[in-house]
């Protein structure tokens, strides 16, 4: 599975930015979708994620700014960033899991937020 990243850039404290990753191939299958973060100098960490059966969970950090969906008809998965704040700043991954327990990334997207 090849994962391509988009949406990234560099927004003002309080913005928004919508990350999309698309799939090579159908995602409804895939068991677990996810989006980690990696600031310079840190470990890389999980934002949000959700399954095949839409169950979602989040960082408690970006609870009730991020949401995380996915759309099986057209391969993909969203990151909805909103009252971004400059702790945001990192480059984000896309991550999917296989039924398999299989695992692959996306290329990585910058966020910065900053004024």
């Known amino acids: 599975v090849q994962l391509q990243a988009s949406g990234g850039g560099l927004v003002q404290p309080g913005g928004s930015l919508r990350l999309s990753c698309v799939a090579s191939r159908s995602i409804f299958s895939i068991a677990g979708l996810a989006w980690y973060r990696q600031a310079p100098g840190k470990q890389r960490e999980l934002v949000a994620g959700i399954t095949s059966g839409m169950k979602t969970n989040y960082k408690d950090s970006v609870k009730g700014r991020f949401t995380i969906s996915r759309d099986n008809g057209k391969n993909a998965v969203y990151l909805q960033m909103n009252s971004l704040k400059p702790e945001d700043t990192a480059v984000y991954y896309c991550?999917?899991?296989?039924?398999?327990?299989?695992?692959?990334w996306g290329q990585g997207t910058q966020v910065t937020v900053s004024s």
């Open positions: 991550n999917a899991v296989l039924s398999d327990w299989s695992e692959y």
